[in-house]
């Protein structure tokens, strides 16, 4: 059985029923530079991950749109 680490971080629950914690990771800076950078443009930071969501978004958009959002990718 497996958990999200957001769970057993605020209920010990899970080590104290016998579970094992095997990792705790920070998210790396520069992703975090990236997600914000694409908020501006209304991305959803839940979304980030769908590749139909993110497409059907850049689509939406006019070629001047897509430059500014290549353009805040690259400065990261």
């Known amino acids: 059985m497996e958990t999200i680490a957001v769970m057993a971080k605020y209920n010990p629950f899970f080590e104290k029923a016998g579970m094992t914690k095997i990792a705790e990771t920070q998210p790396n800076p520069h992703i975090l530079k990236v997600v914000e950078k694409l908020r501006a443009f209304n991305f959803n930071p839940v979304f980030l991950t769908s ?6 978004k ?3 958009m006019t070629e001047k749109e897509m430059e500014k959002v290549r353009n805040a990718i690259k400065e990261v």
């Not at 590749?51 to 059907?56: I, Y």
Request: aromatic residues 0%; glycine residues 0%; charged residues 20%.
């Open 51 to 56: 590749e139909r969501t993110n497409l059907n």
């Open 58 to 60: 850049l689509q939406n």
